[in-house]
């Protein structure tokens, strides 16, 4: 139905000069003295006709209102443009002609803040609409005066594409036909102060341009071809306490470099990384994170195009490529994901519609001094929603296995890095952030509501209870928490010399005090190989062999001990050198028996891990753990039992940390009989001394350590050993 409209020369005149907040109130159809008219707008056209076939009614220039032009047109059918300037033609669709695409249920739940498809209602969406093949652009901002789109197909004019306001839901939207995947466009918002804003990225934007260049880029990404059913049938179960889960994290922009120096696309790690983990005997890809980002310094950790994966590396559906390859190959998928914060670039979130709308206005609540960036307002249900309804996407749209939510201690605590004086307390006085709380226990509800068998990774620092425990019991509701506390003190004792690891003992066995506290996972991460920390091989005292050994058992006791393991790319080779995240990860060093051979051990590790129940059935139960003898400082030894279900054979990890050889060492063991060495980080394939018990011990009745039965074994020195029951 048109409205009986009688516009006037103030109206037009805020239409040329692009500050009218109501453009389809003015342009397209309406119904004037009884009869439908068209107004359009086209600042480049001296001539214009509304087309209906072959049939041309000439609109006439409005006088005083250059580029407008308006007139009778006959009947309801639809009608396309036809300007003329200079003895040029050019024909196109009047964007103005089309209704809205948002439904009410769109606007309920928009204005709600409830929208858990949020990325179905913004963004830019290529589709059918009224019959005609366009793309409809949806943006949130409630505190503009006028929003429009702008771009490659409009000649960057904020006059040409104003958009029509939604109610009371501060969204704005158009359909604008002929424009399609891969057009170039920025959001053009005059705030409510009459100031023109820096133009804006989409932050719904399913692509973006490389950068440094910054407009977002239409991507059509309905369609793909998937043909992972069989992993994500059997995922649940992959993915569960009880499974071995053993990730290689990656930056997958330096994880290799091609073409004189550009990173590897996500078609080609769709079968170099794919093949490389799944030979590694990995279970999981943990990708830095992914969503687009402006500079490439940050890693991903400052990231703007939330819903856009990198143009780095290729294209949305290349993307999903690699998922799918991965998932075929049996391997999950884990994407860092950033809710924490986001960088004050202009294109980005930042005073979005030229106000505090993603962020708080108080500095003290939304500003990290830390990385110079905003944070995120928890509390407005928008924002929320924003935030929630993006972990959704990625597990919906490219079929992610979990997400890893970076720097979660920075989101519970409002004083986090900051003195005194600088930070809002909660309502009730403390430092708690309720509202990040809430954010986080909403996402995980939703996305474990929604996905069977996906997992959330929170990487949490601090002592706060319950990350990993269910939301209903008090909890966060995350499935696994990174373990900082273990892989800080036992880093820390890796580092010194042999002859002082006897003063630090406790560093190595302080970590089963709290191991089963939560779920955890064991992380040596991209965070220990940066800023001046050196590479894992590096921190190794001693001559090059006993870095080398050092580091062999540091894996050894890393891969024996309770929690999921996680290793980023580089250290299962033992790389000399500090990660450059400007290159890639120094493969020549495999060239090196000794790197080659660290190599080899990290793949035997991941294979005895998935191939040893005891190893990682009960990683997060107490009863899956005990502790043979842990107070053996003097000798800086440890050595446990590792259980699992009923009837799964007994695992017995012994740890040597001194360059000594103790040749008849005497410790307890779970029952008497013959036990084998299934691993030993001396041996010569590794690039050991190959020194040993020949592969078996005799294990004699008779109490020692409080265990029935007792030997005497060799250890090599800077080793661990892994012993089984020979049946």
Known sequence: MMDEIHPSAPDFHRLINGHH????????????????????FDPGAEEMWAMIGEASHRLEPVAEAPGIFRGPVPGDLPYYLRGSAQGRHWDYEDAYRFGPVLGELDEYLLGEGSHLRLWEALGAHVMQHEDQHGTHFAVWAPNARRVSVVGDFNGWDGRRHAMRRRGATGVWEIFIPYVGDGAFYRYEIIGADGAMQPRKADPVGFGSEHPPANASIVRDIRAYDWSDSGWLGTRAEAQQREAAISVYEVHLPSWRRKDWGRPISYIEAATELVEYVTQMGFTHIELMP??????????????????????????????????NA???????????????????????????????????????????KDWNTLIYNFGRAEVSNYLTSN???????????????????????RDYSRDPGEWVPNKDGGRENYEAIALLQRMNIAAYGDHVGIMTVAE?????????????????????????????????????????RSFHHHQMTFGLVYAFSENFILPISHDEVVHGKGSMLGK?????????????AYYGFMWGHPGKKLLFMGQEFAQRSEWNHDAQIDWPCLESPMHSGVQRLVRDLNHLYRDMPALHR?????????????????????????????????????????????????????????????????????????????????????ESHGQPAHAEILLPPLSVIYLVRDH
């Open 290 to 323: 992914i969503s687009e980002y402006p500079f490439d310094g940050s890693w991903g950790y400052q990231p703007i195009g939330m819903f856009a994966p990198t143009i780095r590396c290729g294209l949305p559906n290349e993307f999903r490529d690699l998922i």
């Open 460 to 500: 949490e620092s601090t002592a706060y209870p319950g990350v990993s425990q269910p939301v209903d019991q008090g909890g966060l509701g995350f499935g696994f928490k990174w373990n900082m506390g273990w892989m800080n003190d036992t880093l820390e004792y890796m580092k010194k010399d042999p002859i002082h």
């Open 540 to 552: 190794m005292p001693g001559n090059d062999w006993e870095k080398f050994a050092n580091l062999r």
């Open 618 to 702: 009960r990683d997060c139960f107490a009863d899956g753990f005990q502790w043979i003898c842990g107070d053996d400082a003097q000798n800086s030894v440890l050595s446990w039992v590792r259980r699992g279900a009923p009837g799964d054979p007994e695992v017995v990890v012994v740890c040597n940390f001194t360059p000594q050889e103790q040749t008849r060492y005497r410790m307890g063991m779970p029952s008497a009989g013959t036990w084998k060495e299934a691993l030993n980080s001396d041996a010569e394939v590794y690039g050991g001394g190959n020194r040993g018990n020949y592969g078996a011990i005799e294990a004699l009745p008779g």
């Open 326 to 368: 991965a998932h075929r190959a049996g391997l999950g998928v884990i994407l860092d994901w950033v809710p924490g914060h986001f960088p004050s670039d202009p294109h980005g979130l930042g005073n979005f519609d030229g106000t505090p709308l993603y962020e708080h206005a108080d500095p003290k609540e939304g500003f990290h």
């Open 391 to 413: 972990a959704l996407y990625w597990l919906e749209e490219y079929h992610i296995d979990g997400l890893r939510v970076d720097a979660v201690a920075s989101m519970l605590y």
């Open 21 to 40: 907040d109501d453009p389809f109130a003015l342009l397209g159809p309406h119904v004037f003295d009884g009869a439908r008219h068209v107004t359009a």
